[in-house]
T-cell receptor, first 114, second 111 residues
Framework: DVKVTQSSRYLVKRTGEKVFLECVQD?????MFWYRQDPGLGLRLIYF???????EKGDIPEGYSVSREKKERFSLILESASTNQTSMYLC?????????????FGSGTRLTVV | GQNIDQPTEMTATEGAIVQINCTYQ??????LFWYQQHAGEAPTFLSY????GLEEKGRFSSFLSRSKGYSYLLLKELQMKDSASYLC????????????FGTGTRLQVFP
C-alpha cells in the first residue's frame, strides 16, 4: 500500500524553538506539499516542491522554510516557533501529470507551541 | 482573490441522500476535487471533475458546472461511516499541482 509517513503524530514545542517536521513518501512522487489545517480556515498551502532541491512558496510561507534533499523526503522547518503556529500540519504528495488521481496525504502532525 | 465556499455543517439520516455544494471564484480553473476526512485522520481522495457533468463512483457522485463556478458531491444510501468532513478543492492551472481548499463541510449522519 502506498504511503506518506509523517514522523510525529503529536508534538509539543516551546516558543522560539526550531522545529523540524518530516515527511517521507514511498511512491516515487515528484510533487510534495505542506499544508496547515485550522478550524474555519481549511487547508492552506505553506510550501511545495516539484523536484529535488526545488521549492516554491505557497500562500502562507512566513515563518517556515523547507528542505528537499532526496526525492522521498520533504521537511518543514519552523525557524523560531510561535504560538500562532499551533496547528495540524499535513504533508501530501502527487505524481507529476497524474493529479486526476488526487493527492496522497500523510496522517498529520498536531503541533502545539507553548 | 480566491474563494471557495461550502456549507459549514450538514446533517442527514442513514439511508438518505445528501448533496454538498461548493461554489468557487478563482483566477483560473483546471479541475475540482472532493476529499473525505474523518475526524483525526488524513483526507482521502474521492473524485475529480474537469469537464462539465456528472461523474459517478458507486454511492458517490460529483457534478461540475464551470460556467456557474459550481460543484456538488452527492452521497446516496448514507451510512454512519459517511460521517466526516468533505473538502472541495480547485486546481487553478494545468501546469501546477497546487490546490486551493475550501473550509470543508462537516456531515453528521444519524440513525
Amino acid at each position: 500500500d502506498v504511503k506518506v509517513t509523517q514522523s510525529s503524530r503529536y508534538l509539543v514545542k516551546r516558543t522560539g524553538e526550531k522545529v523540524f517536521l518530516e515527511c517521507v513518501q514511498d511512491m516515487d512522487h515528484e510533487n510534495m506539499f505542506w499544508y496547515r489545517q485550522d478550524p474555519g480556515l481549511g487547508l492552506r498551502l505553506i510550501y511545495f516542491s516539484y523536484d529535488v532541491k526545488m521549492k516554491e512558496k505557497g500562500d502562507i510561507p512566513e515563518g517556515y522554510s523547507v528542505s528537499r534533499e532526496k526525492k522521498e523526503r520533504f521537511s518543514l522547518i519552523l525557524e523560531s516557533a510561535s504560538t500562532n503556529q499551533t496547528s495540524m500540519y499535513l504533508c501530501a504528495s502527487s505524481l507529476e501529470g497524474r493529479l486526476q488521481y488526487g493527492y496522497t496525504f500523510g496522517s498529520g502532525t498536531r503541533l502545539t507551541v507553548v | 482573490g480566491q474563494n471557495i465556499d461550502q456549507p459549514t455543517e450538514m446533517t442527514a439520516t442513514e439511508g438518505a441522500i445528501v448533496q454538498i455544494n461548493c461554489t468557487y471564484q478563482t483566477s483560473g480553473f483546471n479541475g475540482l476535487f472532493w476529499y473525505q476526512q474523518h475526524a483525526g485522520e488524513a483526507p482521502t481522495f474521492l473524485s475529480y471533475n474537469v469537464l462539465d457533468g456528472l461523474e459517478e463512483k458507486g454511492r458517490f457522485s460529483s457534478f461540475l458546472s464551470r460556467s456557474k463556478g459550481y460543484s456538488y458531491l452527492l452521497l446516496k444510501e448514507l451510512q454512519m461511516k459517511d460521517s466526516a468532513s468533505y473538502l472541495c478543492a480547485v486546481r487553478r492551472s494545468y501546469n501546477t499541482d497546487k490546490l486551493i481548499f475550501g473550509t470543508g463541510t462537516r456531515l453528521q449522519v444519524f440513525p
